[in-house]
């Protein structure tokens, strides 16, 4: 049974999560791969003047950066490159970090393990994808294509990662886990399940998390076996195995052509460990338009803000759904283009704090 309360539809039923069936829209417009993506051009991240020295040999390359100092400048390019698997060990200060340049040049993987370091203008292709671990990092204007891990994986803090372009990653485009992490201008596409547990676009745990302006799309559920496609989301978050998660603004985003779910937060320990009156998330502003029967699923998660996104898409039941116990919850100013019910939430979510809510 459904009874409405204001703009606010309340389920008596608890309703079912990520693990629930899959819907898919894949064959209509707002769900599924709408066809080949073109491989991007190369980003070039050398500096105006160029280079002192430039690296064109894989050892040479390594050794350039496993003798880095503070402020050094390490500039590789060359179709040599495109067998190395990169590892920066060596970092800089706050004033002088060490910077790793390309004009585009491919390599399989960077992976990074040290402090106040800078990735940029690289096409990361075909390998392990480019991981950061540690503070103070900045990975711009890099291609990240086909990785056979996540495209981008950061346990970081004080980190930016901007401009880039993620697409084909064997299981979520961009994953960050740390403190004030900023993930802004990016491209996220294609995302597959092949020997990962599933197919997302932006993944996101830790607190102090801007997730601005970019672009994620075209991550189907099609061509799997029944009981084997991903449950392909847009920006996912959950509570096990990961500290609590607060502090994030989800703003300014574009999802598009996603099978199921723009937002999906769940708990399976309420997200504990949010200090009193903080959101744990803010997801205001973004685009919709997925192949899901909800769009922006929040369960067992408490404490998140839901304002003035657009949602739209061709399987919509509902567009925002709170459920089995998402309390201190507030929806604000959405438009969902249709005439389903703008929010639902179970009795265990209430209360809710809604407004200005409406169809178009």
Do not use: W
Not at 122 to 140: C, K, M, Q, S, V
Not at 154 to 173: A, F, L, R
Request: one cysteine or more.
């Amino acid at each position: 049974m459904i009874r409405k309360v204001g703009l606010v539809v309340v389920l008596v039923s608890v309703l079912s999560g990520c693990a629930g069936t899959v819907e898919s829209g894949a064959a209509d417009p707002g769900g599924g791969v709408s066809g080949p993506r073109p491989i991007p051009p190369a980003q070039n991240a050398l500096p105006p003047g160029g280079c002192a020295t430039t690296v064109g040999d894989p050892a040479a390359a390594q050794h350039a950066l496993d003798a880095a100092r503070p402020g050094d400048q390490v500039c590789l390019s060359g179709p040599e490159l495109s067998s190395a698997a990169l590892k920066v060990t060596r970092g800089g200060t706050p004033a002088a970090p060490v910077r790793v340049l390309s004009d585009g040049a491919s390599v399989l993987g960077i992976d990074v393990r040290a402090d106040h370091v800078v990735v940029a203008g690289f096409t990361i292709r075909d390998g392990e994808g480019l991981t950061l671990n540690g503070a103070a990092l900045n990975a711009h204007h890099n291609n990240v294509l086909n990785a056979r891990m996540n495209g981008i994986s950061c346990m970081c803090s004080d980190t930016v990662i901007d401009s880039n372009v993620v697409d084909g990653t064997d299981g979520t485009g961009i994953r960050v886990e740390g403190d004030r992490i900023t993930i802004a201008h990016n491209q996220v596409s294609g995302s597959v399940r092949r020997a990962a547990s599933d197919a997302d676009g932006v993944r996101f745990f830790g607190t102090d998390i801007r997730i601005n302006d970019n672009t994620v799309r075209d991550i189907s559920g099609k061509g799997y076996p029944a009981d084997g496609a991903p449950h392909t989301d847009c920006f996912q978050t959950y509570d096990s195995d990961v500290p609590p998660t607060y502090g994030v603004v989800i703003s300014g985003n574009r999802c598009q052509q996603v099978d199921q779910q723009c937002l999906i937060a769940t708990g399976e320990r309420a997200n504990p460990g949010v200090p009193d009156g903080v959101r744990a998330i803010v997801f205001e502003n973004n685009l919709c338009d997925v192949g899901g029967s909800r769009a922006i699923a929040v369960e067992n998660y408490p404490h998140v803000e839901i304002r003035g996104n657009t949602i739209s898409g061709p399987n919509l039941q509902r567009g925002i759904q709170l459920s089995s116990g998402s309390v201190d919850s507030a929806v604000l100013d959405n438009v969902l283009v249709g005439d389903k019910a703008v929010v639902e939430a179970d009795q265990v979510s209430q209360p809710v704090t809604a407004s200005g809510n409406r169809n178009q």
